[in-house]
């Protein structure tokens, strides 16, 4: 278990107060993290798992010798390697795995259906077929649009931008450089912020009426 010179250790890294560390981790209270921290209790595994469990959520990752680092993990870079490399197969690959256990929604935000290829299709089938649903703000007036209309909305007209973003277990991607790099954060805190973004818009866009996909897919 933990330490309590991890735990404030872990704090100070993420700049987190007591009051801070205890709105993330909703079964430790303020007041017991500053026993622990002190050393005027000795708490059960399960208030130092909770806590533990809180901050790796966050990205931070426990060591030995009463170690404390980053994850490794938090930030991904895939960059083109060649004038073949497709990145962003690359990132469908990454959401496949990722999603393929656990079914978890995955949220597409600034697509244009008109410009996908045949190749990022396969992969979309690929994973919806492993069960995870799917939802779509599209370029306005996008009709082509090749899955049930309920998985699409609008994105405002005029506010179209050509840099993909997508969210993904706990993971938030996004495409940079004409698609030649794809910067994906492994964290659930952002994944969380931008699911609410995303609803957000969701919440106010305009359903599409009719799509003339020649290939529809329920």
Request: charged letters at 30%.
């Amino acid at each position: 278990m933990i330490s309590r010179a991890q735990i404030k250790a872990a704090r100070a890294m993420l700049d987190w107060s007591q009051k801070v560390l205890a709105s993330h981790c909703d079964s430790v209270s303020e007041p017991t993290i500053k026993l622990i921290e002190t050393g005027k209790i000795n708490s059960t595994p399960e208030t130092l798992g909770a806590i533990q469990k809180t901050f790796e959520d966050a990205g931070i990752e426990f060591l030995p010798q009463h170690g404390v680092r980053f994850r490794d993990d938090l930030l991904t870079v895939l960059e083109k390697k060649s004038e073949d490399d497709n990145v962003y197969l690359r990132l469908m690959d990454d959401i496949f795995n990722t999603v393929r256990s656990t079914h978890s929604e995955i949220l597409f935000s600034f697509i244009d259906q008109a410009l996908a290829p045949e190749e990022v299709i396969d992969r979309q089938l690929m994973i919806r077929k492993s069960g995870a649903p799917m939802r779509f703000l599209v370029r306005y007036g996008d009709t082509k649009l090749r899955y049930p209309l309920d998985e699409y909305k609008y994105l405002p007209k005029g506010h179209y931008l050509t840099n993909p973003c997508i969210v993904y277990g706990n993971k938030f991607a996004l495409m940079l450089n004409d698609w030649g790099k794809a910067v994906i954060i492994n964290d659930p805190a952002v994944a969380e912020l931008k699911r609410k973004e995303f609803d957000i818009i969701w919440e106010y866009g305009e359903k599409p009426e009719t799509s003339t996909h020649e290939r529809k897919i329920s």
